[in-house]
């Protein structure tokens, strides 16, 4: 199975300031149909999870342009150019690319 | 709006079967793959099953293989998984999910199952 690592696994961030997390891929994860198949996904606190971005950086519908996805190969990254409140939670990056699917650890993100 | 609703969870021996249900609403059911999610309290997400928008193809994680059975009613709008020879490491929130290849874009708001004696 494709192991996904994510760091840090705890972020304390200042409101208004940016941040960002790291995921990388055991295997690469460009599909054989061309398309990297990397997904970032929040979870508020006592909610589900809902997708933030599909294929590396592809915001879903209704995601504020603060949050931005970026990489390639086995490398990929979520940026928050600036933290609201709102943003707190556990951040989750999951490759679809080679079954079966799997999620990184979380990062919690916490205001400062 | 995508709306998917799960339920049937609840506290069942080690040993025991639960059957979960989802009843999806707010798009196509018929087109999508679906898949259900799990996660462990206070732990990460975990793959459990996808399946195909016309009842194929289907996978499993290796962990639940041969116990765990998913289907889908497109009649009826509703996803389901039949859960065998429950273990206490299948204690978690069930979520169901809209998607399956390649991605999953939906989540419900979950149902706990309890494995314990």
């Known amino acids: 199975d494709v192991v996904m690592t994510q760091s840090p696994l705890s972020l304390p961030v200042t409101l208004g300031q940016p941040a960002s997390i790291s995921c990388r891929s055991s295997?690469?994860?460009?599909?054989?149909?061309?398309?990297?198949?990397l997904n970032w996904f929040q979870q508020r606190p006592g909610h589900s999870p809902r997708r933030l971005i599909s294929k590396v950086s592809n915001r879903d519908s209704g995601v504020p342009d603060r949050f931005s996805g970026s990489g390639s190969g086995t490398d990929f990254t979520l940026k928050i150019s600036r933290v609201e409140a709102e943003d707190v939670g556990l951040y989750y990056c999951m490759q679809s690319t080679h079954w079966l699917y799997t999620f990184g650890q979380g990062t919690k993100l916490e205001i400062k | 709006q995508v709306q998917l609703v799960e339920s049937g969870g609840g506290l069942v021996k080690p040993g025991g079967s639960l059957r979960l249900s989802c009843a999806a609403s707010g798009f196509i059911f018929s087109d999508y793959y679906m898949s259900w999610i799990r996660q462990a309290p206070g732990k990460g997400l975990e793959w459990v099953s996808y399946?195909?928008?016309?009842?194929?193809?289907?996978d499993y994680v290796d962990s639940v293989k041969g116990r765990f059975t998913i289907s889908r009613d497109n009649a009826m709008n509703s996803l389901y998984l039949q859960m065998n020879s429950l273990r206490a490491e299948d204690t978690a929130v069930y979520y169901c999910a809209r998607g399956g290849r390649r991605s999953v874009d939906s989540w419900g708001q979950g149902t706990l199952v309890t494995v314990s004696s």
């Open positions: 399946i195909g928008s016309g009842g194929s193809p289907m």
């Open positions: 295997q690469g994860l460009v599909h054989s149909d061309g398309n990297t198949y």
